[in-house]
């Protein structure tokens, strides 16, 4: 149980363009999803929290308007990186919880991993 | 200002044992996790102290100080699969979201 999918798991795509990151509960309902980013060799970077509808709450230093999260069912949760740059190349996770509200000490089940490549 | 510290290499032989340590300064502490991440997947979750001791589970214990800021996560029996980077992630007082440590590439030889 507690299986977290992302789609795609890679993705090229050119510079300016957008693209969409799907996550995905698909034993359980993920009332609260994560969105972490992680560069070569770094640590992971939370990006965001996102409650089943409701609007995402941002780290500080992540652009809300680049990076538009949808949490809008309980199984699913869409980043959308808009106007994709070289440097937002990166290794996206999401990960789910369902416990609400959601604490980040309670498990988090990861999904795969999506590696975006902007060129 | 909040940091954890992780070893960044280490090397270890098939069947022995290997103890990775996790120091952190954090303000604030709810729990301390140990996650297992192989190259270019995300990460899994091994295992999560609150309380001071040792916690085993199979192979793998993880131990926990609070006053010292300390952890180690041992893992018995190395087998190949067992190659990966282990990441120590903690709890500050912010409970929205956890430190995490650089990672500790584990290599297991034969």
């Known amino acids: 149980g507690a299986v977290v999918s992302q789609h795609p798991s890679w993705v090229i795509c050119k510079s300016g363009t957008s693209v969409k990151i799907e996550c995905r509960s698909l034993?359980?309902?993920?009332?609260?999803m994560f969105w972490y980013r992680q560069f070569p060799k770094q640590s992971l970077m939370l990006m965001a929290t996102s409650n089943e509808g409701s609007k995402a709450t941002y780290e500080q230093g992540v652009e809300k308007d680049k990076f538009l999260i949808n949490h809008a069912s309980l199984t699913l949760s869409t980043l959308t990186v808009t106007s994709a740059h070289p440097e937002d190349s990166s290794f996206y996770i999401c990960s789910a919880s369902d416990r609400s509200p959601a604490s980040v000490f309670h498990e988090q089940y990861f999904g795969p991993g999506t590696r975006l490549t902007v060129t | 200002g909040q940091n954890i510290d992780q070893p960044t290499e280490m090397t270890a032989t098939e069947g022995a044992i290997v103890q990775i340590n996790c120091t952190y300064q954090t303000s604030g502490f709810n729990g301390l996790f140990w996650y297992q991440q192989h190259a270019g997947e995300a990460p899994t979750f091994l295992s999560y102290n609150v309380l001071d001791g040792l916690e085993e589970k199979g192979r793998f214990s993880s131990f926990l100080s609070r006053s010292k800021g300390y952890s180690y996560l041992l893992l018995k029996e190395l087998q190949m699969k067992d190659s990966a980077s282990y990441l120590c992630?903690?709890?500050?007082?912010?409970?929205?979201?956890?430190?995490w440590g650089l990672g500790t590439s584990l290599a297991v030889n034969p």
């Open positions: 992630a903690v709890g500050g007082a912010d409970n929205r979201k956890l430190i």
């Open positions: 034993d359980f309902q993920a009332t609260t």
